[in-house]
């Protein structure tokens, strides 16, 4: 079983930068994908950046972040990073880290519904 807890959000003005943090306690996830899921206002949650298990370490990108965004880990650190530069506007809402114990996927994981939540982190892009 493993606990994550997505930190680093906050408030920054459109083209701004925030990185994420999600971190994992209990068993490692090295072996797993691990992804970024973001809730906007009004919106249903969705899959924007997710990258694979440190075997591969492959990414998967949502479209509208793509050039923007950057996911990584540190596994010494049992912890995966969000970079989000030029922020906009329509990237406000709450971030949520994820994982699917077995999936390997970066792919794959952005595009299910993984068994496995932190507690969101709430990032706000003013214009």
């Known amino acids: 079983e493993v606990q994550l807890q997505a930190s680093g959000g906050g408030s920054v003005q459109a083209g701004g930068s925030l990185r994420v943090s999600c971190t994992a306690s209990?068993?490692?996830?090295?072996?797993?994908?691990v992804g970024w899921f973001r809730q906007a206002p009004g919106k249903q949650r969705e899959g924007i950046s997710c990258i694979g298990a440190a075997s591969n370490g492959n990414t998967s990108y949502v479209d509208s972040v793509k050039g923007r965004f950057t996911a990584s880990r540190d596994d010494a650190e049992n912890t995966v990073y969000l970079e989000m530069n030029n922020l906009k506007p329509e990237d406000t809402g709450v971030y949520y880290c994820a994982t699917d114990l077995g999936q390997a996927s970066s792919y794959a994981l952005c595009h299910s519904r993984p068994t496995e939540w932190g507690v969101g982190t709430l990032v706000t892009v003013s214009s």
């Open positions: 209990g068993d490692r996830f090295d072996d797993y994908a």
